[in-house]
T-cell receptor, first 112, second 114 residues
Framework: AQSVSQHNHHVILSEAASLELGCNYS??????LFWYVQYPGQHLQLLLK??????LVKGIKGFEAEFIKSKFSFNLRKPSVQWSDTAEYFC??????????FGAGTTVTVRA | DAGVIQSPRHEVTEMGQEVTLRCKPI?????LFWYRQTMMRGLELLIY????????DSGMPEDRFSAKMPNASFSTLKIQPSEPRDSAVYFC????????????FGPGTRLTVT
């Protein structure tokens, strides 16, 4: 079974700082990759997804992620964060079935 | 589209009572997923359906939990009897089969069992 590992449990940074969240998965076949965001008290919302093609994927709100197949990684980035980016971020992978395997999540706190 | 609809949004009940959570998926989606989210265990998949049929219920914690999907637009997750350790946020999500596998999540039901 596949698994998803998110390296950081909690990240604290200041506004305008750059953000990078690590995500690694363990599955050797074809995967579809996702990043979801959960703002405080809200449900999960899709930030971006990778299915095929250009490994650099751009999502909403200025986020992007890069799929590096050789490293089994799908790291999330944002060049300049805002206070409103304070949230929990989840990496997820879909393999052969229709289930998504989620990472444990990374809490991002942006200080004004 | 109204998105995935869940009810109730909050439920407080006493230990031993039956709890029923409800979900209406996005119209046209043929996959429906039930998740539980807690601080300790994160986001766990409980069960998922395809075309109203349960496909994988390996995440259902025990026999006290049951889920049904009588039609394409409605699903329930029932806990009977409820216990304090069932306190969590329960999310329903749906997805379509058109090659786009992302799941759309509902607002969740926050369950507190006292």
């Amino acid at each position: 079974a596949q698994s998803v590992s998110q390296h950081n449990h909690h990240v604290i940074l200041s506004e305008a700082a750059s953000l990078e969240l690590g995500c690694n998965y363990s599955y050797g076949g074809t995967v579809n990759l996702f990043w979801y965001v959960q703002y405080p008290g809200q449900h999960l919302q899709l930030l971006l997804k990778y299915f095929s093609g250009d490994p650099l994927v751009k999502g909403i709100k200025g986020f992007e992620a890069e799929f590096i197949k050789s490293k089994f990684s799908f790291n999330l980035r944002k060049p300049s964060v805002q206070w409103s980016d304070t949230a929990e971020y989840f990496c997820a992978v879909k393999s052969d079935d229709y289930k998504l395997s989620f990472g444990a999540g990374t809490t991002v706190t942006v200080r004004a | 589209d109204a998105g995935v609809i869940q009810s109730p949004r909050h439920e407080v009940t006493e230990m031993g009572q039956e709890v029923t959570l409800r979900c209406k998926p996005i119209s046209g989606h043929d996959y429906l997923f039930w998740y539980r989210q807690t601080m300790m265990r994160g986001l766990e998949l409980l069960i998922y359906f395809n075309n109203n049929v349960p496909i994988d219920d390996s995440g259902m914690p025990e026999d006290r939990f049951s889920a049904k999907m009588p039609n394409a637009s409605f699903s329930t997750l029932k806990i009977q009897p409820s216990e304090p350790r069932d306190s969590a946020v329960y999310f329903c999500a749906s997805s379509g089969q058109g090659g786009s596998y992302e799941q759309y999540f509902g607002p969740g039901t926050r369950l507190t069992v006292t």
